[in-house]
């Protein structure tokens, strides 16, 4: 971790912090007050604090920048884990318009976002935007479905960090030399990125055909619409990945570091990726039995 990131975390967090306790002390304040039965404004204070917290656009400024000087394991941390309060707080204090705004800007950012990014580091911040939004979306209709989405999301962020953490791989540029990676392994990512960009009948598929689901019920058309097309946005830049894997071949790259690899993790890497490939089939084989 960089000491410029860790700063720019801290700032981010206390100010946010900050202007949350600020919130929560107007609320009590004003809680008998009729200026707080007609007015919105500290409800949407305290979800723009949240949301500052949990990278979600417009106030990501300060997640891909951060993203990128952190380790692989800590920006998974951060991708994760970090999420989880702000987001249960956020469950409590939804406001329609504003978060219908922030979902659609979290989709548009996160997909527009990553597409000339040579950092993949920066490329997971943008997807993990995107990948937010469609939180958000889950949680405006169902409290237990952006729990799903979250945990499965979890689960390919886990299986795709790992392999990018053993193989050292921080640059879109270090692709290029996965030729001295075994064949299977080199398997394994392509369809983990595929799964991850929600293509079927890979686990990753599973949370989006569960959002779609439930906004057909709720016949939310016309985001489902935007939401979707998005989604081919993210994906192009999954599969530009995939691509360089398996098509560019470049055995000699002076710009590239040399990979130490790592088979401690071997196991764990390759458990993860049978869920995240095979997890869909699984669940459905369950449901079948059942």
Do not use: D
């Amino acid at each position: 971790m960089t000491s410029e990131s860790s700063l720019k975390y801290f700032l981010v967090q206390a100010f946010a912090s900050s202007i949350l306790l600020f919130a929560i002390i107007l609320m009590m304040m004003f809680f008998n007050s009729n200026w707080m039965m007609n007015n919105n404004f500290n409800n949407l204070l305290i979800l723009s604090t949240l949301l500052l917290k949990s990278g979600a656009a417009p106030f990501h400024f300060w997640f891909p920048g951060v993203m990128e000087g952190l380790s692989w394991i800590n920006g998974l941390i951060l991708m994760t884990w970090q999420k989880i309060a702000p987001l249960m707080l956020i469950s409590y204090n939804l406001n329609y318009n504003f978060f219908l705004f922030t979902i659609l800007f979290s989709m548009i950012i996160g997909a527009f976002g990553g597409l000339n990014q040579t950092s993949l580091r920066k490329l997971m911040a943008f997807s993990s935007i995107n990948h937010l939004g469609w939180m958000l979306l889950a949680m405006m209709n169902n409290e237990l479905l952006w729990m799903t989405y979250f945990i499965l999301y979890s689960i390919l962020s886990i299986s795709i960090i790992l392999m990018f953490n053993n193989f050292k791989l921080f640059h879109f540029n270090q692709i290029f030399n996965l030729s001295m990676m075994n064949p299977y392994m080199k398997f394994f990512m392509f369809l983990n990125l595929l799964s991850l960009g929600g293509l079927p009948p890979f686990l990753g598929f599973l949370p989006k055909w569960l959002v779609i689901q439930n906004l057909v019920e709720m016949n939310q058309m016309f985001i489902l619409f935007i939401a979707v097309c998005l989604t081919l946005v993210t994906l192009y830049y999954y599969l530009r990945m995939s691509y360089s894997i398996y098509m560019l071949n470049y055995n000699k790259n002076s710009w590239l570091l040399i990979n130490q690899h790592n088979n401690n993790n071997l196991t764990l890497i390759l458990t993860m990726n049978f869920i995240s490939i095979m997890g869909l089939l699984m669940i459905s084989l369950i449901f079948m039995i059942l």
